[in-house]
């Protein structure tokens, strides 16, 4: 195969816990025999709350074909290039297991939201013996459980530059490193509405920082769909799978089912990341855009593409600049299933 195949999960493959009919259809002609995969598949999604494996098996089990956990890409997975910050003192907010996401990852030294709350319940700074390390980054996974806690505690460590036991003070802008997964305004679970995802949590962390010191909150990086780094590193893990499977031909095409291709960042946020990924430039990525998730899962499916742009309301982050030929998708299908069977037939691929 000269093509892969990019898999959004929420919407396209489950809602909620409960897997898309369609979905198991389409697995069947995506796999041999023995289970084995005829092209090379991840599947991507902005979820952040537990560790790949997990995710892997849950997919195995909602599915019905074997998936390991190189096959899976969460939102926070691109972390792993950030090297430079894995021996450094983290501060981790998000929901799960994320002390262990976050040394899965290559963080030598998290400390979890929970942890600073406990070694700070009067903000005391004056017992050396109490106080954790010096916090130098804070890394968002995605949605925390209590948000008020979790906004109050993250604007304390970037106000104080990583002592938040601190007065606040002016000097710390620009504030220490923060590295966000999952933009994600809304997603879809079983409710018949979309609901808040992280990328509403960011909107509240933006909206308070800015409201108390007047400048805006910077990202070091900002990694998740549709951002150009999580499509650059579902590539790499494309191109690992054809390596690791022998086969020849070069990787073209990718196909991201259910999501747009990447938007264009702000030109402030750094790109030295870019460097890890100098070999993985398939020549296109095309998106088609399926209608069981966020998308009008209720009216027809449009004859053209360029009928359905989305609102003109924008909903990507603050960062991204909108741009109508992006959001466009490709195609337009009522489902996975029938994804699958346009992409065989615009591939001439025939298992």
């Not at 979890?112 to 890394?139: A, F, G, M, Q």
Request: glycine fraction near 6%.
């Amino acid at each position: 195969p000269s093509f892969g195949f990019l898999f959004d999960i929420d919407g396209v493959l489950v809602r909620g816990k409960t897997p898309i009919p369609a979905a198991k259809t389409a697995f069947q002609k995506l796999v041999n025999s023995q289970g084995q995969f005829l092209v090379p598949v991840v599947f991507v999604t902005n979820a952040g709350n537990c560790l790949r494996q997990k995710k892997a098996d849950q997919l195995s089990h909602l599915l019905g074909v074997p998936i390991s956990q190189d096959q899976v890409m969460m939102s926070h997975s691109p972390l792993r290039v950030f090297k430079r910050y894995h021996d450094k003192c983290v501060l981790v907010s998000g929901q799960g297991p994320v002390l262990d996401i976050a040394q899965d990852l290559g963080f030598c030294q998290p400390i979890t939201i929970e942890t600073l709350r406990e070694k700070h319940p009067l903000l005391d700074v004056v017992d050396h013996d109490r106080r954790p390390n010096i916090l130098v980054t804070v890394v968002l996974f995605g949605e925390p459980v209590r948000w008020e806690t979790n906004l109050q505690l993250i604007i304390d460590v970037l106000l104080t530059s990583g002592y938040p036991g601190n007065p606040y003070h002016r000097e710390s802008y620009p504030h220490i490193p923060v590295l966000a997964c999952n933009m994600d305004l809304m997603w879809v679970a079983e409710a018949q509405s979309p609901r808040f995802g992280h990328g509403t949590f960011m909107v509240c962390l933006e909206n308070i920082y800015k409201k108390i010191t007047g400048k805006d909150l910077k990202y070091e990086a900002l990694m998740g769909k549709p951002s150009k780094l999580t499509y650059q590193y579902a590539e790499y893990l494309i191109r690992a799978q054809a390596a690791g499977r022998q086969w020849k031909q070069p990787i073209q095409t990718l196909y991201a089912v259910g999501g747009s291709a990447a938007l264009s960042q702000d030109e402030e946020i750094d790109n030295s990341w870019e460097d890890e990924f100098a070999l993985a430039a398939a020549a296109h990525c095309r998106s088609v855009l399926v209608c069981t998730g966020v998308y009008n899962p209720h009216t027809e499916v449009p004859l053209d593409p360029r009928e359905s742009v989305t609102e003109t309301v924008f909903h990507g982050h603050r960062d991204f600049r909108f741009d109508p030929g992006l959001v466009e998708p490709d195609h337009i299908v009522p489902d996975v299933d029938a994804a699958v069977d346009l992409v065989f037939q615009l591939e001439n691929f025939a298992p």
